[in-house]
């Protein structure tokens, strides 16, 4: 391959990782519109999807394999903002990757056949998502019969935001289209650069390890002293690792909604003998509530020991060696970290969508949303990438 060839196919993919990092952030600022939508008390892990029409989006675009590192990178990227946790990675990676797969297939076989349309694979994406997030929260939640109850509203839900997802796709698709242009080529030197994965020390990775395999065996264990000794050492090491932040010694309060919804399952759909102080509970329920609640407090205290021996190094690492030939996309990922404290500051600050108008008028309302959003996240990412080729140039030159 000539010199000329080889810079050429390096500028494109500098400019599809440019384009990529734009519909990645403006997946963030969507993701953004939805914590301010209240969640439901008995369905708290429930939420719209909105970032799920850049997901259908990236499969027309970039197929099946790349769209799951799409995913992956997304849920690595919010982990930032919303900590790195046993339970929020299982309910993010179980839900995202399942529809992301599940949307591929079916595009696969049935979209480029023309067979189905976005709608259709927005609905079966919503209804993949909740129906992984409904396995997790079975298995290391609350496995409680109570819970197939839930069944016939989560198919509604997916159905009515399915719709609205799918929708929006192709509406979305020609906004981010306009505001991601070719972008500014960065120079291959900075690029390797970025793409080097650096090492992690083996004592980061062996305690990652430890406290993921001591997590998942809290779910075999039913001994209240055991799990009352294990939620304590969880605590106090999240508070050694935070010890100018006492309040990391009572951080899983902050999930409450968690907690609340533990507590319906198991007190009021757990048979067995009635309680004689709380009548309307039984012995089996309280014993339930209480181990479920202590590995839940441990699984939640995980985002600090995550934090502190970079859990997140470890799994972009990994990202790296099961997808080598993906370097423009994570590339992508690395240009949308570097902005996404910025984004998410612009998305709370400015933009916001009134409640009423987000439930009655989506399509409106987040088109508006995304068009004047876009165009903030391509004019940030642009000037940044300005700012690096500047340097690289003078550098060189010097």
């Excluded at 090492?199 to 997590?215: G, H």
């Excluded at 902005?339 to 969508?353: T, V």
Aim: with cysteine; charged share 15%.
């Amino acid at each position: 391959m000539s010199t000329a060839s080889l810079i050429n196919d390096t500028a494109d993919a500098r400019r599809a990782a440019m384009h990529k990092a734009v519909l990645l952030l403006i997946a963030v600022a969507l993701n953004a519109v939805e914590v301010a939508i209240p969640r439901l008390p008995f369905l708290p892990w429930l939420k719209p999807g909105f970032a799920n029409i850049i997901t259908i989006i990236w499969i027309v675009r970039f197929g099946f394999k790349d769209a799951l590192l799409y995913t992956a990178l997304r849920i690595w990227i919010s982990g930032f903002y919303f900590g790195f946790s046993l339970f929020t990675l299982s309910l993010s990676l179980s839900g995202g990757l399942l529809s992301t797969a599940v949307m591929s297939l079916l595009w696969i076989i049935f979209g480029k056949r023309k067979l189905i349309g976005t709608i259709g694979l927005g609905v079966a994406g919503a209804l993949a998502h909740n129906a992984g997030q409904f396995a997790v929260v079975y298995l290391i939640l609350s496995q409680n019969v109570w819970l197939f109850n839930q069944i016939p509203f989560m198919v509604g839900a997916a159905v009515i935001f399915g719709s609205i997802v799918g929708g929006l796709a192709p509406v979305i698709n020609k906004i981010a289209g306009v505001h991601c242009g070719d972008g500014v080529v960065i120079s291959t030197a900075d690029a390797a650069g970025r793409l080097n994965c650096r090492p992690i020390k083996f004592i980061n990775k062996f305690i990652v390890i430890l406290t993921f395999a001591v997590s998942v065996s809290l779910m075999f264990i039913g001994n209240m002293a055991v799990l009352a000794s294990a939620a304590a050492l969880f605590s106090f090491t999240a508070l050694s690792l935070n010890h100018k932040k006492p309040l990391t010694l009572v951080y899983p309060i902050k999930f409450y909604m968690l907690f609340l919804f533990i507590a319906v399952t198991h007190l009021f759909f757990t048979y067995g003998t009635r309680n004689g102080i709380l009548p309307f509970t039984t012995n089996e329920g309280l014993l339930a509530f209480a181990g479920q609640s202590m590995r839940l407090w441990c699984w939640l205290q995980t985002v600090h020991i995550f934090k502190r021996f970079e859990f997140h190094a470890l799994l972009i690492n990994t990202l790296y060696r099961f997808f080598p030939n993906k370097k423009d996309t994570l590339e992508a990922g690395m240009i949308a970290l570097e902005h996404f404290p910025e984004i998410i500051r612009l998305s709370k600050s400015e933009n916001k969508i009134p409640i009423h108008t987000l439930l009655f008028k989506p399509k409106e309302a987040l088109s508006k949303y995304v068009s004047i959003m876009a165009g903030r996240i391509a004019e940030k990412v642009r000037s940044s990438r300005r700012e690096i080729w500047f340097n690289s140039s003078v550098r060189n030159r010097n």
